[in-house]
């Protein structure tokens, strides 16, 4: 069983910064890719930004330039860097956590962008 747990959400303006974390309950190097997913009300979850075992990383075209996912496997945590944030960014989200086709998530952690 994987324990993921999200932190770091909370409520900033627009052109705001925050750093979301997602600690893991086991190596996280073991893990083929862990990514951060959000949903906002009425919305399905999409795939915000993912990062591979071998450190290779893709973000969703709304939020490139401005977020930066990482991995600190010493830590077991990937981190999520969100800055210039905007209102649409606002939703709950979820890190996620995949290895030989089983995927764990997280309780999920809410971000409010504020205009």
């Known amino acids: 069983q994987v324990q993921l747990v999200e932190s770091g959400g909370g409520l900033v303006q627009a052109g705001g910064s925050l750093r979301l974390s997602c600690a893991a309950s086991?190596?996280?190097?073991?893990?083929?890719?862990m990514g951060w997913y959000r949903q906002a009300p009425g919305n399905q979850r999409e795939l915000v930004a993912a990062i591979t075992r071998g450190v290779n990383t893709n973000y969703a075209d709304s939020v490139k330039g401005r977020f930066t996912i990482s991995r600190d496997n010493a830590k077991n945590t990937v981190y999520l860097q969100m800055n210039s944030l905007k209102p649409e960014d606002t939703a709950v989200y979820y890190c996620?956590?995949?290895?030989?086709?089983?995927?764990?998530w997280g309780q999920g952690t809410q971000v409010t962008v504020s205009s």
């Open positions: 086991r190596s996280i190097f073991t893990f083929s890719s």
């Open positions: 996620n956590a995949v290895l030989s086709g089983n995927s764990w």
